[in-house]
């Protein structure tokens, strides 16, 4: 007798039996239900069934409280009588196989003696308005910090403004639960955001082996710069050690009133810039000059010769300075002086390096260069301050706080721009803060 063969189902249906397990028990190997229960499992709840929706492009997964268990108020927290059931809301999950899935829940509203008011119950899968379950924000916020926001939303199908949500909740959370500890050393620095001249105040803490974003302010002023000190409070800001920072005043005045007690370095990055600045200007005045004069142009071309380091400089560069080396210019006075100049951080005593700087600004005064003695009236101004970096042993510059703001950036740059500050700001604590993140009952990678 020949044996009886089962029907063959289309691929369609086939597809649709093994993701929620439709088989007959004998052959059935996993359920989606069974993967969720191992995975994404809630005390007081059950997954109900799964199934197709009618275009069978999203699987809807029905939950419902499990018999006898109470729903929990979202204002106290704590578990309060029954009081009526509102519509069914659907709660978006993470895709699975290129489908996308929905958590279906019929919402139901206490009445709360505590709170003495009727409120919606609280949920462990979801939070607050969110169409999102906690385990996709996270999972979004987590790709958004690899990729650009945009790049995120198109790979997993989704809006540009979900994943924003996703990460505000995971910022949100950071922010609230993070564990500040004992900060002894913070640089401060500002980078530009946007066209006409609108900066970020940035603080970090650049302790040894921690290095984080600590706070985000609107503007580079003095109103700025002390809202940082009051969101981290007295307690904390009281036992700061060390300050890196660079010569802007609003920085300078708020760190005398706010941390008198705290050793303030200067930022060594920013005075070497600002003395390449002055050379540079030398250059371009004394070039302009000369072409004027009907000269001949010898300092042509040679910008970068003069500001590169020397050891940075490719082999027919260093020819090309040593041949301009030979003419006694204003310019070539100015480049040796700051080669001078950069013997400074060389010594490891805060005596001597307060004689070297003491006797550069002394021949700088009598070089006849006026934008090299504007530096050096600046750097006679600061004097203490810049000797500092030696009293600290030259272990803190703001070489840390020029890499983050590279970092930040670089996020800047890979969204080209954000809309607006607050999710400028969600970023830049995203991708720099080193925020702890919601717990979930399973790693989504």
Known sequence: MPAICPPVAAPGDEAERIILGTFPRAVRTMELITILNRCYRFRGFIYNHARFSPDKKSIEVSVRPRRGSAAICSRCHQTAPGYDELAERRFEFIPLWGFFVFLLYTMRRVDCLRCQAVVVEEVPWGNGKHQLTNAYMLFLARWARRLSWKETAEAFRT?????????????????????????????????????????????????????????????????????????????????????????????????????????????????????????????????????????????????????????????????????????????????????????????????????????????????RIEPMKKIARSLRQHRELILNYFRAQKLLSSGVVEGLNNKAKVTMRRSYGFRTYRVLELALYHSLGKLPEPECTHDFF
């Open 159 to 367: 809006s540009w403004d979900k994943v924003c949500d996703a990460v505000e909740h995971v910022v949100t959370f950071g922010l609230e639960h993070r564990t500040l500890g004992q900060i002894d050393a913070i640089g401060v620095d500002e980078i530009q955001y946007a066209k006409g001249h609108k900066y970020l105040t940035l603080v970090y803490q650049i302790d040894l082996g921690v290095t984080r974003l600590l706070w985000v302010g609107k503007e580079r002023t003095i109103e700025s710069f002390q809202g940082f000190f009051t969101t981290m409070g007295e307690e904390v800001t009281s036992k700061i050690v060390f300050i890196c920072s660079d010569m802007w005043e609003p920085y300078l005045k708020v760190i005398r009133e706010k941390c008198s007690e705290a050793l303030h370095i200067l930022d060594r990055f920013h005075i070497v810039a600002k003395m390449n600045k002055a050379l540079d200007e030398v250059r371009a005045g004394e070039s302009r000059r000369m072409a004027n004069e009907g000269r001949t142009p010898l300092l042509k071309k040679s910008r970068w010769l003069l500001l590169k380091r020397e050891e940075n400089l490719k082999t027919e560069q260093r020819f090309g300075l040593r041949d301009l080396l030979r003419y006694n210019l204003r310019t070539i006075r100015g480049y040796l002086l700051k080669e001078a100049f950069q013997q400074l951080w060389d010594y490891n005593s805060p005596a001597w390096a307060a004689k070297f700087l003491d006797e550069w600004c002394r021949q700088t005064m009598h070089s």
